[in-house]
């Protein structure tokens, strides 16, 4: 058998559930890999060996193998709380917080039977589209560790492409599972709002931010993703979703592993962000675009340009929601000196908005939702690029002046925030790579509650291209 890092998550599931391997030599495994790997690549903030391999006893004489994700290693991002481990929140405002309480999303992942290794690295709050902190060294891309990992779910993505993890869950709220995904060279999906029950988007301001997994092929992400959703009697148990997006059709792996059906893509270039910055599609975004549409016309689907009607009033209404949200960052007095210069821009606009700016910027944003929708309901999914430039070298943002980074983040991934805005599901996918083997992708936009349509047209791409042969040269 191969090394266990270089079984998909499925394949090691497959091992686990019939005991030729133990949650136990899982574990050990993967934590040797960390200590091995982490220290240049900064995926991990905090590794927890002893915790680790204790779990993975628990799980091994205590939870059925029925359980969704049994012994299979995972990791939380640093902005999750779990019971007895520090969470720092990428932060240095954050001082030996260690929560008697996990979150419902972590508890949801030991109730699927996942084994976590500690937490992974995340930005300041969670903020930036990059991992970054001065709390903690950077998240450094595998594919060329003088690039960065992308964010807010940096060191997840991190350790799921240099084989320190099979999978990881991460949350994403202006595209902070994608933007790491198409960073290092992995499928990241967000799901539509609403449907992970522990991290559905319906408590977080707008309803921008949603729990969805990373991981090196399609089929490993939809079994993560399966994992995150909490099933009661094999419904999905929408216990404070108000409703479900959808009637449950039972697990999404089948359909990963099926790749079945025929559908009608839009393709698109343009954005929500197109009148307020100068956005510029680098040509090796092109290149994966071009690939990628390429592909899915030999295999038979449906293809048709399409592009977004122009909007002004997207952006000054994302923007005052990016700077409510800092608002409520739990910093005040000397703790706001330790904020770092980006994070202390947004807390101080947060805090300065009124109410009505608040009020009028989430109609506007509604608004946008009703639209968007309307203007792609003619497509089963829309092609656009992952991010329109390459991934970007640690260091690259100015992290002195807010306006400026705000404006590089937008520049660099302008394609995933307005998913968020209007809660559609959206898949990255890894498909081509630069003259320098850097990983570029492309993203799946689907209709409300269209995870299936893009789980089987990223199987039919994979199997057409094979990413998941592809290793970085760190692995």
């Known amino acids: 058998m191969a090394d266990l890092h270089e079984l998909t998550a499925l394949d090691l599931w497959q091992e686990l559930q019939s005991g030729r391997v133990s949650p136990r030599e899982v574990a050990a495994h993967y934590l040797d890999r960390i200590d091995r790997l982490n220290p240049r690549l900064g995926a991990f903030v905090t590794v927890t060996p002893e915790h680790a391999l204790a779990r993975a006893a628990f799980v091994e004489q205590s ?11 995972s ?4 902005l999750w709380h779990r019971a007895g481990v520090r969470t720092g929140f990428g932060s240095r405002s ?6 008697e309480v996990s979150d419902e999303l972590v508890e949801t992942l030991d109730e699927a039977g996942a084994v976590s290794l500690g937490k992974t690295n995340a930005p300041e709050f969670g903020l930036p589209a990059y991992t970054e902190s001065l709390a903690a060294p950077p998240a450094r891309n595998p594919w060329d560790l003088r690039l960065g990992a992308g964010g807010s779910s940096g060191g997840a993505a991190v350790a799921v492409a240099a084989g320190m993890l099979p ?22 999906l967000k799901p539509t709002r609403g449907l992970v029950p522990a991290g559905s988007g319906v408590d977080s301001l707008a309803g921008l931010v949603v729990a969805g997994p990373l991981a090196r092929t399609t089929a490993d992400a939809a079994l993560l993703l399966d994992g995150m959703i909490a099933r009661r009697n094999g419904r999905i148990d929408h216990h404070y979703t108000l409703r479900a997006p959808y009637e449950d059709d039972g697990p999404f792996l089948g359909t990963a592993v099926r790749g079945e059906g025929r559908f009608q893509l839009g393709v698109m270039t343009t954005s929500a962000w197109d009148g307020a910055y100068e956005i510029t599609i680098a040509p090796e975004a092109r290149v994966a675009l071009d690939t990628a549409v390429d592909a899915f016309a030999a295999i038979g689907h449906g293809i048709e340009e399409t592009a977004l009607e122009p909007d002004d009033t997207y952006a000054p ?3 005052t929601i990016w700077q409510a949200g800092a608002a409520r960052i739990p910093a005040e007095g000397e703790q706001l000196d330790l904020l770092e210069p980006l994070t202390a821009w947004l807390v101080g606009r947060g805090r300065e908005l009124s109410a009505r700016q608040l009020s009028e910027a989430l109609s506007a944003l509604t608004a946008y939702e009703r639209s968007f929708i309307r203007q792609l309901s003619s497509f089963d999914a829309v092609l656009t690029p992952a991010m329109a430039l390459t991934p970007r070298p640690v260091g690259w943002y100015d992290q002195e002046d807010g306006e400026r980074n705000f404006e590089q983040q937008v520049q660099y991934t302008p394609f995933t925030s307005m998913l968020n805005v209007t809660g559609l599901p959206a898949i990255v996918l890894p498909v081509s790579q630069t003259a320098d083997g850097l990983p570029m992708g492309v993203q799946l936009i689907g209709r409300p509650g269209g995870e299936r349509t893009l789980l089987s047209l990223a199987a039919q791409l994979e199997r057409r291209i094979r990413w998941q042969d592809r290793r970085p040269p760190v692995w």
Not at 64 to 72: E, I, N, R, S
Not at 75 to 78: A, E, R
Not at 94 to 99: I, Q
């Open 317 to 319: 209404a994302f923007r």
């Open 75 to 78: 990791g939380d991002k640093d």
């Open 63 to 73: 939870v059925p193998k029925t359980a969704p994700l049994w012994g299979l290693p």
């Open 94 to 99: 954050v001082v030996d917080l260690v929560p």
């Open 167 to 188: 999978f990881a869950p991460g949350s994403d709220g202006g595209g902070s599972v994608r933007i790491p995904a198409a960073a290092c060279g992995l499928v990241g």
